[in-house]
């Protein structure tokens, strides 16, 4: 479903990302694992077609993510750790303006959309409500129903619980399991509690290369180990 092979990007000579390669199957809920800095949302920015590579290739369900980049924004639904939200708009009036842009613009048929994501997000109640008064809880919220519009089959999210309380991370996490099998999900974080607990399996990358896999069992038990085995090397800054 996806595939990234020999990732790189440069910033001028400094390399973000160098030779990175993973696959991820049909279904499968993945952790992009790494410390701050690491490169993750510059691989992320690669693999939805927000950044043009240096060298390598990624696919999203068998199509080129830079010989056809609309097509494959079809297929996907992207939360970048920021959502890309409009403050002076209603949560109904945002959700509209991304079904548009993802080809509903009947009104029956966004209406059914609507009412199925914000079910899945819980922002039933707040469907008058302007963005810009809601809390970062919410805000989070209406970023993962922008995501979810047109059921895509590939999820991409960057650091979906940060900056949330304990309550609201415990309710994405069940959201995302809720979604795993019908959508392939990859999620950035540098907690691992949350790929833990979240994940099938995890990609560590670490100072923009691959430094290996966690298999579920190893999520379980001695996680922190095997992280800091792979992440021993000296920090320095390779990417955001």
Known sequence: MIR?????????????????????????????????????????????????????????????????PLEVK????????VPPLYPEMTVEDYLRFVARLRGIVEKSA???????VTELTQLELARRSLIRHLSLGFRKRVGIAQALIGSPPVLIFDEPVSGLDPVQIVEVR?????LAGEHTILISSHILTEVSQTCDRVIVI???????????????????????????????????
């Open 4 to 68: 990234v092979s020999q990732l790189t990007k440069y910033y001028g000579n400094f390399a973000a990302l160098q030779d990175v390669n993973f696959s991820i199957n049909r279904g499968e809920v993945v952790g992009l694992l790494g410390l701050n800095g690491a490169g993750k949302t510059t691989c992320l920015r690669v693999l939805t077609g927000y950044l043009v590579p240096s060298a390598g290739e990624c696919s999203i369900d068998g199509i080129n993510v830079f010989a056809d």
């Open 74 to 81: 079809n297929r996907m639904g992207y939360l970048p750790e």
């Open 110 to 116: 966004f209406e059914s959309e609507f009412l199925r």
């Open 174 to 178: 069940k959201l995302i399991r809720r």
């Open 206 to 240: 670490h100072k923009g290369r691959l430094a290996g896999e966690l298999s579920g069992d190893e999520l379980q038990s001695g996680l922190e180990e095997r992280f800091m085995q792979m992440t021993a090397a000296p920090v320095t800054e390779v990417g955001r």
